[in-house]
């Protein structure tokens, strides 16, 4: 008890306005909002001439407001304003039979499956080169300068050679871009399991000689539950470049059904709203992904008794 | 390493160079005694029977130079137009020679732990030079020892000779995609990010609203914003240089306001207490301190810039340009040019890399990571 439990309880005026829930929320709300806001006139903005061209052309008698109202469901509008894209998105995932080649959710599944086996993929191969790399001190000192130094290339360029190659031994569809997903995201993988399965601090490794255990027990009971933590981070990093190495591999091929083909044909048929509600399809497929690697990283971490 | 285990390989790539004289280079292709270069794969046996021997520190040197022996052999054998393409028995001996002695050298050279720093440091850049030599040798001799069509690998001296080649096309798809592209582009991005994020710790609520979102931000894939980007700037740079421009924006965003809340407490009292206007605690506190961390993202970014100006290429560009260059080459199946492309990519990353490094380690000398 401190003498300020005594005090009368204190009813600040602005009490609403320090609520932890507006304190946390508040400056988010007011800055998508200003972004909302500054998406509107800038839509109004740049598609102002291309409004007034067509009433021009087609020699109609307009007034300000017509074009104001143009602007806003323009056909193919420089950029769409943000209800245009809401309202194809939802009209693409809702408004077709999920199978339908028109539907947004069937690009999506397609996007998403090549991700989610190339994301496996390169998880496992990613883990499995940690572990060889932790183990052995020759892989270490001549397989880990390389790793590192190609994660400065810029290995999405190599999208298209995988699928020339791929396609020449016979492999089509899910297999190569999968694999082009896998490839790019086993790296991060790699590299933050090397970081957590080294991790454990001299004096841990020494108890674990001291009770003469194997290196196999040593695995298990000390350098993997260190590592968890780093597997976690890593992976969230990993599942959105696995997603932007299926959408990237995708383009190349010229592959019909996906969110990269969905992006190619908006580009080359001038669609714009379509387009955006592609990219807004792989940002809610991105963020979706990166919730439920959270969610299992929480789950996984509470049963290993974080708090 | 365990000496017996190095003697028994290095005795096994002898007994491999011998095997080469036994068995037949090709089907129907003329003894390797025939061959005047038979007498430096004699010699490389020989190396390697005396590296046998030593089973020392000192074996992977002499191991090496037999290496060089029996691969200079190899690769002067595929030059015969009856080995290349079929190559048989004696021919893979000769590989499995100097491959099983390069793999036992590097082995050998990465249990040593010198105690000279600079010897330390020699070994450490030797491993992985001699690991990576081995590898694209190994590439080179079975791409052509088994005669693999080049639409499908091209070897590495095929790549390297169309580089040589083609330098000029090199240079400008260089200066397209590179110099125009990407560095404007970076600059552009980095800058942006960094003054919105010193705004936002100048305003608490800014900062507030703009660090989720930039964290939900930098996760998206940004790269599909390519074809819109295209749409509005056109087919030639400028368009490439804003998608490097907003792929570059939010991590450096991200990391730069992480940077500028890392100041300690027990710092900023000390610019309170010499009444430093915000100016002056900006440059010589919250700046400073945030060294790293801008720097990490300048990191992020070289990667992410390179990818992001290739990947806007694919949607079209004037006829120039890394990106278009390899899905143009990659449809007209000239793969070896594809890989010339990804070569120049590889080494212009690694350069920006390389260099953004070096710019740290001139001016975050003073941080703990680096006074060990």
Known sequence: ?????????????RALARHPLVERYAPIVTTVLALIAIWYIAAVA???????????????????????AGTMDAERPLLPAPHQIASTFFDGVFGYPPLAPRSLVYHSLVTLSATLLGFVLGAVFGIALALM???SRVLERSLLPWIICSQMVPILALAPIFIVVLGALGLQGLLPKSIISAYLCFFPITIGMVKGLTSPDPLQLELMHTWSADTRQILWKLRWPAAVPYLFASLKVAITISLIGAIVAELPTGAEAGIGARLLSGSYYGQTVQLWAALVAAAVLSSGLIGIVALVDRGVARRMGAH | MDPRKLRLGLLLAAFATLLAFVLPLAPGASRFLSHPIWEAAAGGGVLFLLAAWMADARSSAIGIGGVLLTAATSLVLLRD?????SAS????AIVIASWLAAAMCVINLASLRPIRVERRRMVNILVPLLFGATVFYLWEVAVRGFGVPPVLLPSPSAAAARFASSLPILTGDFVQTFVRGVLIGYAIGCGAGL???????????LGRGLLPLGNFFSALPLVGIAPIMVMWFGFDWPSKAAVVALVTFFPMLVNAIAGLNAAGHIERDLMRSYAASHTQSLTKLYLP?????????LKINATLALIGAIVAEFFGTPTQGIGFRISTEAGRMAIDMVWAEIALAALAGMAFYGFVTLAERATTFWHPSYRT
């Open chain 1, 1 to 13: 008890m401190t003498s300020s439990s005594f005090a009368l309880p204190l009813r600040a005026p």
């Open chain 1, 46 to 68: 740049m598609n102002w001439s291309l409004v007034r061209d067509a009433f021009e052309r087609e020699e109609t008698p307009y007034t300000i407001s017509d074009v104001l």
């Open chain 1, 133 to 135: 790399i932790v183990h």
């Open chain 2, 81 to 85: 137009p009856e080995i290349a393409g």
């Open chain 2, 89 to 92: 028995g004696g021919f893979w």
């Open chain 2, 195 to 205: 003054l919105v994020a010193i705004t936002a710790h100048r305003f608490e609520f």
């Open chain 2, 289 to 297: 301190a945030a060294l790293p961390f801008i720097f990490n993202a």
